[in-house]
């Protein structure tokens, strides 16, 4: 899958490699890891990079309050990656393991069962959207000239729902399937015909917010377009073979998959709303510190995110080198590649933490219009804590990977609402209404991913996750018992 030869990609391996030598890993355990770690990451900085930069033409080419509408629609949009997350998350579990297994027969009925999954849970949120999307913003803001510009982009933008949960189930199965390069290619390719979409509607035909809106939803339809032809196929011109061909004619209805996609996927999806919900209270205890700390607080976001994206790699990874080494009834292996995984996950977001800790000031000036305005002291110091956290969520991350992958994914839901809601945001609170003052701040970041992560891999360490994986096994790995 490593067909080009990719800074990036060396960067890590290098990072396992030395992890090898030092006997903290095993070195093709670390080389397995790496080539389905990268691609993820690239695809997720594109995905960032994509929102970024149509943000900045919305602003450039409406103004301010344009971008504020489309702010205020982003958690909304946000659904529809914890909808499609749940069920890929259901998915990559079942597809893995039955790779593993090599029982074909069943992971297509995964793929079809998580693709019906996915429209049915997704048409309702499209019509709420596209019928109330000035009442949905207005819960959010008084601004009028917000509350347009928001409705305008909401109600286009949830067109695009069903297809951006439909992308990531198809690019769960091609993980799962040991191919991570081929999802690369699909998904940020989409993210850069975005970017030129957007270009030529929001300025080329004066779209606005609406053209920001349509161009998300075309590239999604776009990329749902490529991963039906080649999942139908087993190949897509000017990619290549896919690793798994599915029949679209198949049965798409089936009790016991569509039961074992709900219950591994309903906490995964949980999971990611968390995120989602927790972006309401947050900004609202922000505004009691002033205008400067929220601005602050958005930088440091935006600089964590990039440190967090080598974990949507290992990840993803675990998830799929755990699942297919439980399909084959290989538990030795399966916890070896989750032991190992988080190793290496902890060093490569301690080497970032470490160098974005060193550049910090100079790295938060980018962020800001003028160096000398009040949140760049405040955004240094957020970024400080961001770097401990980080490491943290490291471990969090990559421990939920296992559980991902044997369908214990109730856990790593609950450790994720406890450090936000119970710990995080109450921090935060106590931060903007007492003495504590920034460090409430500090250490609600921290909260953040220290909770998560020592849940995480306590529940990995109970070997739980394996009795689990059990009943979520291919017939044909239970015949082999």
């Given at each position: ?16 490699l030395g992890l090898a030598r030092a006997g903290l890993i ?30 900045a033409m919305v602003g450039v080419a409406v103004g301010t ?417």
């Amino acid at each position: 899958m490593s067909r080009v030869p990719n800074p990036l990609r060396l960067l890590i391996l290098a990072v396992g490699l030395g992890l090898a030598r030092a006997g903290l890993i095993d070195r093709e355990r670390a080389v397995q890891t790496t080539v389905l770690a990268w691609p993820r990451i690239v695809t997720g900085i594109a995905r960032m990079s994509k929102s970024a930069v149509d943000v900045a033409m919305v602003g450039v080419a409406v103004g301010t309050s344009a971008v504020a509408g489309v702010g205020f629609a982003g958690p909304f949009w946000g659904l529809a990656f914890a909808i499609g997350g749940g069920v890929a998350g259901g998915t990559i579990a079942l597809v893995s393991q039955r790779y593993g297994a090599e029982a074909y027969d069943e992971l297509g009925l995964a793929v079809r069962s998580s693709t019906l999954l996915v429209v049915v849970i997704s048409t309702p949120v499209v019509a709420v959207f596209w019928l109330f999307p000035a009442e949905l913003i207005s819960l959010l803001s008084s601004n009028e000239r917000a509350i347009d510009y928001g409705a305008q982009y909401l109600r286009v933008v949830s067109l695009g729902i069903p297809f951006a949960g439909l992308n990531l189930v198809g690019s769960r199965v091609l993980v799962g399937a040991d191919d991570s390069y081929t999802a690369m290619q699909v998904r940020a390719g989409g993210a850069v015909a975005n970017i030129g979409l957007n270009a030529v509607l929001i300025f080329g035909l004066g779209q606005g917010v609406v053209g920001a809106a349509l161009g998300t939803v075309l590239s999604n339809v776009a990329v749902t377009a490529a991963f039906a032809v080649g999942l139908c196929l087993g190949r897509f011109p000017g990619i290549g073979a896919f690793p798994v061909r599915v029949d679209p004619t198949g049965p798409y209805v089936d009790t016991e998959t569509v039961r074992d996609l709900v219950t591994i996927g309903l906490p995964v999806g949980g999971r990611n709303l968390v995120w989602v919900v927790a972006e309401f209270p947050m900004l609202g205890i922000l505004d009691l510190f002033g205008e400067n700390t929220v601005a602050a607080f958005v930088i440091a976001r935006r600089i964590w995110g990039l440190m967090n994206t080598p974990g949507w790699g290992f990840g993803l990874a675990s998830s799929s080198l755990v699942g297919q080494a439980l399909g084959q009834n290989d538990e030795r292996t399966a916890e070896a590649y989750g032991r190992d995984i988080i190793r290496f996950a902890v060093a490569t977001y301690l080497i970032s933490a470490v160098l974005v800790a060193v550049f910090a000031e100079q790295i938060v000036v980018l962020f800001a219009d003028d160096p000398t305005s009040g949140e760049i002291p405040i955004a240094i110091d957020l970024v400080y804590a961001a770097c401990v956290a980080v490491i943290f969520q490291g471990v969090a991350g990559a421990a939920a990977g296992p559980l991902d992958a044997s369908g214990d994914t109730r856990v790593p839901f609950a450790s994720q609402f406890l450090g936000m809601f119970c710990c995080s945001i109450p921090l935060a609170y106590l931060g903007a209404t007492t003495a504590l003052g920034y460090w409430g701040l500090y250490l609600a970041f921290v909260a953040e991913t220290t909770v998560p992560a020592a849940i995480n891999y306590w529940r990995f360490r109970t070997d739980k996750w394996k009795t689990i994986s059990e009943s979520y096994r291919p017939d044909a790995a239970v015949a082999d018992d």
